[in-house]
């Protein structure tokens, strides 16, 4: 289970451990052998443009020979864990064999038995806090909270969280969510937080809170969700969101108009989702050379391409691993250096001293 201390680990502090080892590791010949005599993996929960996962599933099944069996691509994290319930006994295709989940779903999992431990090759470069210490579940990959700027507005673009109270981003800033509802808008506020030096999570999400009301205060935030369509209007010049989401909104606006994604120079809040096999999964060395391909470097660059970072991004990045027509389309890899996992507990101290406090401090009606 995760610890309550706080655990806001560098990744590539994390990410330098036992580097040259994880280089060079493969799953075993036995595992191969074995998950090839099964035949079959069953997925659930993996759209084809989410992270890459179409060429992902097609590059597992072209490497092993293996099919895969997909079920429901479009259900969440808790359609998941109530397919595992549900077929605890069934051993047939609607029994999921793995499940990609956000990060909650883990530890709750783990909890209700309902996963079973396995430690991939390359996991000593998953940074701890990203990860189950008895190897339950595991973080796969993660977006950080960006700045998404339309660069036909906004000419000189902001670097950092203390650059968005300045007087020449005046109307220009929203949320890509309500703070007092959305998890993307919430890990924003906190993140700002942490850029003004706060460490313990109930103080950053006060902290944020205060900073957000110096940017109302100064006329800069503007009380509506930003979305791509009001980036392009220009309503919302800079919208505050995942990584991800911004780089999607980029290519899918080609241009018209231009949009830059900005990782800021500090308070970099990374949301992780995590992996990990079912407990009655009907074919088991399926699912461990599943995660084995997903945690091999093929696998991490393949959600990569989706614009997803992978939890080995700094170890791929150090290692020259990224080809650079990838690297081209992503902010600079050295922003992502700084990236921190707040565990469930953090994030909760912080959602609730913000989603309690905005109207309070902010008094901003997002909408």
């Known amino acids: 289970m995760i610890s309550t201390m706080t655990r806001l680990l560098s990744l590539s502090t994390a990410m330098m451990i036992a580097m040259s080892a994880v280089a060079s590791a493969e799953p075993s010949q036995e595992l191969i052998d074995a998950a090839k005599k099964e035949g079959t993996l069953t997925t659930i929960a993996l759209p084809h443009n989410w992270c890459g996962y179409g060429d992902v599933i097609a590059g597992f099944k072209a490497k092993y020979g293996i099919e895969v069996n997909e079920l429901n691509p479009d259900a969440g994290s808790g359609d998941e864990i109530e397919a595992i319930k549900a077929n605890k006994g069934n051993s047939g295709p609607q029994a999921p064999d793995v499940i990609d989940v956000g990060l909650s779903f883990g530890p709750s999992a783990k909890a209700d038995g309902l996963i079973q431990p396995y430690k991939v090759s390359t996991w000593d470069s998953i940074p701890d806090s990203a990860k189950d210490a008895d190897g339950y579940w595991y973080g796969d990959y993660y977006g950080v909270l960006s700045f998404i700027v ?102 899918s606006l080609n241009g018209n108009p231009p949009l830059e994604v900005v990782v800021p120079a500090s308070g970099v809040v990374a949301g992780v989702y995590v992996q990990a096999i079912s407990a009655f999964a009907p074919h088991p060395n399926a699912a461990k050379l599943w995660m084995e391909y997903l945690y091999s470097d093929e696998g991490q660059l393949g959600w990569l391409k989706g614009y997803c970072h992978p939890i080995r991004f700094n170890d791929l990045a150090k290692n020259g691993k990224i080809p650079q027509d990838v690297l081209d389309k992503l902010p600079p890899a050295a922003s992502y250096e700084k990236a921190v996992f707040p565990t469930l507990e953090e994030q909760a101290a912080g959602k609730e001293a913000i989603t309690k406090n905005w109207d309070s401090v902010v008094g901003a009606n997002v909408q």
């Open 150 to 251: 339309n660069t036909d507005i906004v000419k000189n673009v902001p670097k950092d969280w203390s650059d968005l109270s300045k007087s020449d981003y005046a109307n220009s800033v929203a949320l890509a969510g309500d703070p007092r509802a959305s998890n993307q808008a919430v890990q924003a506020v906190y993140a700002a937080g942490l850029a003004a030096g706060e460490k313990d999570a109930a103080k950053a999400g006060e902290a944020g809170l205060k900073f957000f009301g110096e940017v109302n205060k100064a006329g800069n935030f503007v009380p509506v969700i930003g979305k791509s369509a009001s980036l392009a209007q220009g309503s919302t010049p800079i919208v505050v969101a995942w990584d991800y989401n911004g780089l999607s909104w980029r290519d």
